[in-house]
């Protein structure tokens, strides 16, 4: 067994590194090219190194090891690497296994460690094509509701300004996900600027509709959270329904633009995380009234 075999996992290890450093300082874009090619690209391409009954433990190993270095460098968090695992696990064993297949003759041993690194070649070719024939993002809606025993005004008043929020957190929120703790509103009127809070920065967004008891609608003027490179959001909108006398019906509704890809992979995913914060935001509005105004 030659040195590169014995040290496979390091080596997958270290392509999968330099490919998401590239990602990283934007020198390729968040799309198929980095999450279906290039994992693709290095199982093809390290199983040129190992045993048919070794390269898969290796491959996994390697991903493992580049996993937990962007968790202890603080380059991505929790929830994104474990997002991100499932569709890299998946496509670099499928090149591993088209490998073994299509290559009966392992090649020369000097050519394997020029081989080990076209996958950063290919990712570097690949992903300005993707980005010139890939079309303009949709805007894509998440929509959540909640029933609660109160008047809609009364209800309006308290979304508008929420002075805290901590209800109990969602899994995606523990995970990760980003969580407001405060929001402030400038002046009770259309062009007026709402601020969200979280830990890691915060949603700037500017009033354009405010019928007090009826409708809260705002657009996404600025985002400074985790993810504003592939993730934008585009508006948001509370709608208020009075169902019955002193029951309100909230609806939370959430426009964005993502640019990841493939999209059959992300968008349940992205629609998760936005579930997950609508819960948080309604329960906390719940939590909010029940505590100012116990029934």
């Avoid at 390729?28 to 090219?33: K, N, P």
């Avoid at 591993?96 to 081989?115: A, E, G, N, T, Y």
Wanted: hydrophobic share 45%.
């Amino acid at each position: 067994m030659t040195r590169l075999s014995r040290n496979s996992w390091l080596i997958s290890a270290v392509v999968l590194l330099i490919g998401f450093l590239f990602l990283h300082f934007k020198i390729v874009d968040y799309g198929a090219s980095f999450f279906v090619l290039f994992p693709f690209a290095v199982g093809f391409s390290i199983g040129t190194l190992e045993k048919k009954h070794q390269v898969s433990a290796s491959l996994i190993f390697g991903l493992l090891i580049f996993m937990g270095l962007l968790l202890a460098s603080a380059l991505e968090g929790l929830v994104c690497v474990l997002m991100a695992l499932p569709i890299f696990v998946i496509m670099i064993l499928l090149g591993s296994w088209v490998q073994k297949r299509l290559l009966k003759k392992p090649p020369k041993d000097d050519r394997k460690l020029m081989i080990s690194m076209t996958p950063i070649v290919i990712l570097l070719i690949a992903s300005p094509i993707e980005q010139m024939i890939m079309p303009e993002p949709k805007v894509i809606t998440i929509e959540n509701s909640i029933k609660l025993n109160y008047p809609p005004e009364l209800v309006f008043d308290e979304v508008k300004q929420m002075e805290k929020l901590d209800a109990e957190k969602p899994m995606g929120l523990w995970m990760g996900l980003p969580a407001p703790y405060k929001c402030e509103l400038e002046a009770d009127s259309v062009g007026a600027l709402r601020y969200c809070h979280f830990e890691n920065g915060q949603i700037i967004a500017q009033i354009t509709k405010y019928e007090k008891g009826k409708i809260l609608e705002m657009d996404v003027i600025d985002y400074t959270l985790t993810g504003r490179d592939w993730f934008q959001f585009v508006d948001a909108v509370y709608r208020f329904e009075e169902l019955s006398s002193g029951v309100t019906k909230i609806t939370r509704t959430s426009s964005y633009k993502s640019m990841l890809n493939p999209g059959f992979y992300w968008r349940p995913l992205e629609a998760w995380g936005i579930d997950q914060e609508h819960q948080f935001v309604l329960n906390s509005l719940k939590k909010n009234l029940s505590e100012k105004y116990p029934l």
